[in-house]
C-alpha cells in the first residue's frame, strides 16, 4: 500500500490490497489498460499494472483535491 500525505488527511491506492483508492477488475491488453475504482470505470493507452498503480496516485491527488472519480477519469 502506498500512502499520500496532506496535513492531517492520508489516502492509501493499491491494485492488490485493501486501501483507499483501490483497482478492481483490472484488464491489461496489448492496447490499453482498464480498471475500476468504486464501480468507476478507468481506461488508459498506458499498458501494465505499473501504469495503473501511477494512474491511482494521480487519482488519490484528485480525490484528495475533493475531485469526483468521474471527474477523474475524464
Do not use: H, M, P
Request: with cysteine; proline share 0%.
Amino acid at each position: 500500500i502506498i500512502s499520500i500525505l496532506f496535513a492531517d488527511k492520508k489516502i492509501t491506492y493499491s491494485i492488490s490490497k485493501d486501501s483507499d483508492i483501490k483497482a478492481d477488475q483490472i484488464l491489461v491488453t496489448d492496447s490499453f489498460s482498464e480498471f475500476e475504482v468504486n464501480g468507476v470505470k478507468f481506461r488508459t493507452n498506458l499498458l501494465g499494472e505499473f501504469n495503473i498503480s501511477n494512474c491511482l496516485a494521480g487519482i488519490s491527488l484528485g480525490v484528495s483535491q475533493g475531485i469526483s472519480l468521474k471527474n477523474c477519469r475524464n
